[in-house]
């Protein structure tokens, strides 16, 4: 299995500020990457795929960047409702991993 | 637009079999090449990937449960379905269906307790 270390597991701050998670993966992935946002009692909502491809509706203040095994993803501008836990996720093989998740707490 | 919800018992017992159902709405499953997929949360943990099906009925699981998992299709239906046997309170945790990787059901609880 590709192994998926996320970082930091949590982090706090403030509105309007900017933060940055880490996802290394144990082998190439060739960008084939997700971020997903998690909110107690919703579906997880995919942010951005391929690595660095914002889904439609996503605002434009998340970003994602990075290939081969390091990739980073960005939140600029942070709101209120960005209060959540975010995931990477591999799918360049199956079984699919992800990352241990960053609880992020907007203060 | 497909949407996916999650459906069974929220309380099963020690060494039961744990059953749920993922009910597709809006496109047919017979008509996606996609694959469909089981994912959960255990407290305190990430997300686990279990495995997935495609419409014609193959399967693949995570080696880490795959003793245990079962994922079926029945396209007449538009339903997708995980059986897990044996379970123990490790097994606690949201079940989610997905159409990965843009399409997630809310989640649904299911505690292993007797």
């Known amino acids: 299995d590709i192994q998926m270390t996320q970082s930091p597991s949590s982090l706090s701050a403030s509105v309007g500020g900017r933060v940055t998670i880490t996802c290394q993966a144990s082998q190439d992935i060739n960008n084939y990457l997700n971020w997903f946002q998690l909110k107690p009692g919703r579906a997880p909502k995919l942010l951005i795929s391929d690595a660095s491809h914002l889904e439609p509706g996503v605002p434009s203040r998340f970003s994602g960047s990075g290939s081969g095994t390091h990739f980073t993803f960005t939140i600029s501008g942070l709101q209120p409702e960005d209060t959540a836990t975010y995931f990477c996720q591999q799918y360049e093989n199956l079984p699919r991993t992800f990352g241990q998740g960053t609880r992020l707490e907007i203060k | 637009q497909v949407q996916l919800q999650e459906s069974g018992p929220g309380l099963v017992k020690p060494s039961q079999t744990l059953s749920l159902t993922c009910t597709v709405s809006?496109?047919?499953?017979?008509?996606?090449?996609?694959?469909w997929s089981w994912i959960r949360q255990r407290p305190g943990k990430g997300l686990e990937w279990i495995g997935c099906v495609f419409s014609r009925g193959d399967a693949y699981y995570n080696p880490s449960l795959e003793s245990r998992v079962t994922i079926s299709v029945d396209t007449s239906k538009n339903q997708f379905y995980l059986e897990m046997s044996a379970v123990t309170a490790a097994d606690t945790g949201i079940y989610y269906c997905?159409?990965?990787?843009?399409?997630w059901g809310r989640g649904t609880l299911v505690t292993v307790s007797s």
């Open positions: 997905a159409k990965e990787p843009d399409v």
């Open positions: 809006g496109g047919s499953i017979a008509s996606f090449t996609h694959y």
